[in-house]
């Protein structure tokens, strides 16, 4: 049995809740939808099923007030007083149910069919003559009959669904023209706007409205001449909406939304087998949407306008919003963090590439048939001048200077500290080597990324003809690894040989000693499910300490751009530098015939980098120990 959907339980019962989308709350003037309930399963079934309808409503009568504003605050001023309204099939279906529905509450609570038991048979006969009367007359309404002298039953459901559509919110009292009818009993009545009358869901709704009334009547005059509360016969008008239990209702059975959209384009993702990292992305982006659409939004209904204030949103969400914002939505977190900081977070460059995200998921929806347009098509984003300039001057990762690596390798790290945890910048008689000192050192005599590094696992670090040389892959040796080895690109995968000053260190002679499996399993991988996440923020720290940060200059990355100079300055040439870098290779067309070169030839190369005025002789292990 599939689980009720919108039921929750508290210390004080049942409840039916469902959150009013971010962007729909401030005009809903609250934050969920909240209503009490009891009764069996298969009653508290029922009723969150017409819950979810009648807040479908609700969500969309919403929205069209919303997306109305907007398309009127766009107007030019002499087109502003033309009356609009947007008023779907569904939305007539969903009014008329809400309307049916409200009127059997009112029956039940006043416990209507129990009256009448103590009527005489002639008090009997009258009401249900009256009864029969009326059901005659919503039968003349629901076929169009009208009869002489009578008034127009038409006229009395139009008034009526103007009401509806009032009292739901599609449209406002004031949009309407008021005047006065009758000749003796003057009341006021709504002037009915053309483009009312021409609007062909509107006349669904008038229908839908006679064909519940003539239920309705029906019911009654049936209790009336059985004594029994009678069967309900479903009008044409709840067909779509409570035949369907909509825990089992598909995609092909209503209008896609943006709930389905996400969970066919995360599924289609995991089918090409995109990296965990890689999912990790997409959350901003999908959270954002549901967030500020809502999962039932109907995809056919996004707007340009929709997807350029997602991106604006983007602009906005400060970095690890989740963890600094707990329980807030992106948007709420962006308002906290403009209050607490002074400014918006400005992170153009995050921005822009959740924005390729939001294109890539809209572009699939177009490729499904789902939409027959991506409102993403003309979306992009406008970096200021004064950031663009800053975008400039921050481009690219400086290598490290000798005073810089020096001041990096003479820390308490690396000649004794009280722990490689919290006391790894506190002085103590500790040389503790696992990843937070052998991943520095690996970097400097490598240049691979901080990821290669820490997937690393003992099988990957191989000697084959006397040449000790990193296996750099994303395939797993061995089993239970318990973290996702990956790669930038294809390019990244390659081998490298081994630095003779890394084995100087000791680096090959501790990786022997190491127990079968991941190199360094204390390293642990951050919400993204990248090792080098929680690394990177640790060695920026560290960097701070050593007084060598600068940001988005002085990084982890920095001893790539640092061995790249190494090996250029030692006359390593460009296609051998491309090899044991991982970088695209110029020569595309030459690079891609032939095994590349050998490791032996690529080891001659390394032999050749040097850090002349580095002295790390203090490293070396002593003849008899490798290390803790």
Known sequence: MPKIKYLTEDKSGKKLRRNVPAALRELAGQSAWVERVDGSTDEIRKRANLFAVETDGQIDSLRS???????????????????RIRLSEIDARRLTLMYFQSVEKDRMLSRFYSTGRGWTEHERAEVVADAAADYGEALRAAEGVVRANEPDPNQRTIQFAISLLVDAQFVTEDAFEMRETGRFNKKLVRVVPQELMDNQNFELLCRYLQDADVELSRQWLEYLQTGNRP????PTFMDALVAIDRQGSTPSQRSRTIKDLIEAFEAAKEKEGVSSSRKFQFQIVTRSLVEELGEDFPLEDVTRKHCEDLLELFVRVPSHATQHYPGMTLSAAADAYEKDKGQSAARYDAAQKNLAILKLIFQYAVAQDWNEFDPTNKVSLTIPLKERRLQARNRGYEPFTLSELTKI?????????????????????NIVKRHRYWVPLVGLYSGMRAGEILQLETRDIITKSGVAYFDVTDDPKQDGLNVEKQLKNENARREVPVHPELERLGFVDWVHAQPKGRLFPEARAGDNKKLSDRFSKWFNNYLQKCGVWVPRKKVFHSFRGTFADRLKNAGVPLDKREAIMGWEAAGKMDARYGEGFSIEALSEEMQKTTYPDLDLSFLYPSSDALGD
């Open 231 to 234: 069967k309900m016969q479903p």
């Open 65 to 83: 007030r919303l997306i109305s504003a907007r398309e009127l605050e766009a107007e030019p001023p002499e087109n502003r007083s033309r009356f």
């Open 409 to 429: 390798f003479s820390s308490p790290l690396y000649k004794g500290c009280v722990n490689d945890e919290h006391g790894y910048d506190k002085l103590g008689p």
